[in-house]
Nanobody, 121 residues
Framework: QVQLVESGGGLVQAGGSLRLSCAASRSINSINLMGWYRQAPGKQRELVATITNGDSTNYVDSVKGRFTISRDNAKNTVYLQMNSLKPEDTAVYYC???????????????WGQGTQVTVSS
């Protein structure tokens, strides 16, 4: 089992920055894929960014060039640096951890409780 705890959310004006952190309760060295998702009111949860344990990253088009995901295995923590924030980035942001097989089959899937990000115009 892995418990994930997000922090760093808050209220920021458009154009501002926030850094989200996701602290895991144990080592994430064996976690193949860490990611951030978000869910705005009335919308489905969507993938924002992922990072593999080889540090390969992937982003949804709407955040490319503005958000950066990173991981610090020594601290069991994943970060999401969010710059040039827009009102449409307003959502609850969730940390996710997936253990997969070498073929990509998900064996275990963990979620944090979420942290609210609100961007005012």
């Amino acid at each position: 089992q892995v418990q994930l705890v997000e922090s760093g959310g808050g209220l920021v004006q458009a154009g501002g920055s926030l850094r989200l952190s996701c602290a895991a309760s144990r080592s994430i060295n064996s976690i193949n894929l860490m990611g951030w998702y978000r869910q705005a009111p009335g919308k489905q949860r969507e993938l924002v960014a992922t990072i593999t344990n080889g540090d390969s990253t992937n982003y949804v088009d709407s955040v490319k060039g503005r958000f950066t995901i990173s991981r610090d295995n020594a601290k069991n923590t994943v970060y999401l640096q969010m710059n040039s924030l827009k009102p449409e980035d307003t959502a609850v942001y969730y940390c996710n951890a997936k253990q997969t097989t070498v073929y990509g089959v998900v064996l275990r899937n963990y979620w944090g409780q979420g942290t609210q990000v609100t961007v005012s115009s």
